[in-house]
């Protein structure tokens, strides 16, 4: 009885330090009647499930946060936007209910999230609420429009303009309306945007579209998609890769974030994709570990696959304000883009003062002293962008520091 109590406390214990499993890394897409399901996969396309959250009457957008994913479901009467954790928990297939009309595209920010309202002929708007989904309003920005895709960035909610030859845009706010912002060709469904270009399917040649954000010449066929009639129905893009879905092919195809090596059957066995989100990659890895013994420090040398913040200290979550009591001294930096970096590792508070002592204990009775202190840190990593959600992996270091006295 004693064996099982304490193997249920350490189990307790162990969920209490270990780092949280961040449901990040993942491509989203919405499969449309007769499939009525959000489809989930790996962005390297591995563990598709087609239908990760199921039971959605006519889903059409899909977007996410670094807590929930969100889709447009339904038309008429019976229209909604819904919205789950990231796990596909708390499905929520009622969120926003209210002034929400045939919704088709969707998109997110940290402060609001956006949608395409559909009326009879003509009659279309964007809509829009808070991200608690309160205050819902139909027209937040007015028609007419182009449902069929919806993007934002930290400035701007990019439309399709309803003649068929622009992309629109406004603030995020709902004033300055330019409905004919960028002129891109033969633009079909889908719109994704990034720090630097708008993305869209192209209906003439059936491809991805890519046009700089700030304006600038387009390029209409930047990626082919495979798709042999009528352009993919959805893109979607995070700082490694562009994702689009082939409805005739029933796949979901990516390419890396500059065009090179498209496949555009990366994901098989999907339904009937429509609309597409992606999350970025937030894997750390740990390349080497050097140690400086003359000051009895350490420097981790790891790498992200995208921009972000990136913060060591001895908590497993960022950050660690209380530095009376940590072991390591905290640091953080901004990572602009996928690289390497290197962070220090550095004793305070009691592992400095007992590597100190070691050492003055051991000079006393010798020439030469070393000391070692064991400290177990977290690196956390917060992906840049809406969809960014944070990891922590631990890294146990072995402090050396050594000396030796002055003749």
């Known amino acids: ?49 087609n239908a990760f959250i199921s039971g959605i009457n006519q889903p059409r957008g899909v ?4 807590k929930f994913i969100y889709w447009a479901e339904g038309g008429g009467g019976t229209a909604s936007i819904g919205r789950a954790n990231l796990d596909g928990s708390g499905v929520n297939h009622q969120f926003i209910t209210s002034n929400v009309t045939n919704p088709v595209g969707l998109a997110v920010t940290s402060s609001g999230i956006y949608w395409t309202n559909e009326v009879g002929m003509g009659g279309t708007s964007i809509g829009h609420a808070n991200i608690d989904g309160s ?65 869209w399917g192209s209906d003439g040649g059936n491809t991805v ?19 042999t009639s009528g352009g993919p129905l ?18 979901i195809g990516r390419s890396n974030i500059n065009g090179s090596s498209p496949n555009p059957v ?23 570990i050097a140690k400086k013994k003359s000051k009895g420090t350490a420097t981790i040398n790891a790498k992200v696959p995208g921009p972000g913040q990136i913060t060591l200290n001895q908590t497993s979550t960022p950050p ?32 400095a003062k007992k590597l100190n002592k070691q050492i003055k204990k051991q000079l ?3 020439r030469k002293a070393k000391a070692k202190a064991k400290v177990t840190t977290y690196i956390h990593f917060v992906p840049a962008g809406v969809a960014g959600v944070p990891n922590t992996l631990q890294v146990k270091v072995t402090l050396v520091k050594q000396r030796t006295k002055k003749k």
């Open 266 to 288: 990366l994901i098989q066995g999907t339904t009937n994709p429509f609309l597409l989100a992606a999350a970025p990659s937030n894997k750390i890895t740990v390349n080497s």
């Open 364 to 366: 006393k009775k010798k």
């Open 320 to 351: 660690d304000a209380n530095a009376t009591a940590a072991a390591v001294k905290q640091v953080g930096l901004t990572i602009p883009q996928a690289s390497s970096f290197s962070l220090a590792v550095k004793p305070v508070g009691k592992t």
């Open 234 to 251: 959805g893109v979607a893009v995070n700082s490694q890769y562009l994702f689009w879905s082939n409805q005739d092919a029933l796949t």
């Open 135 to 199: 205050s819902p309003a139909a027209g937040f920005v007015p028609g007419p429009i182009d449902t069929c895709g919806l993007a934002t960035d930290s400035s701007f909610v990019y439309f399709f303009g309803g003649d068929g030859l622009h992309i629109g845009r406004a603030t995020l706010a709902g004033s300055g309306v330019d409905p004919t912002f960028l002129l891109i060709p033969e633009p079909f469904c889908g719109l994704a945007v990034d720090s630097s270009y708008l993305y």
């Open 63 to 66: 977007a996410v946060d670094s």
């Open 209 to 227: 579209g890519r046009v700089p954000v700030g304006g600038g010449a387009p390029n209409g066929a930047f990626v082919p998609t495979g798709t």
């Open 1 to 49: 009885m004693l064996t099982i109590l304490a193997a249920a406390v350490l189990a307790a214990l162990v969920l209490l330090i270990a780092p949280p499993h961040a449901h990040g890394n993942f491509v989203y897409w919405a499969n449309q009647t007769p499939g009525s399901t959000i489809g989930r996969a790996k962005i390297n396309g591995t563990g598709p499930n």
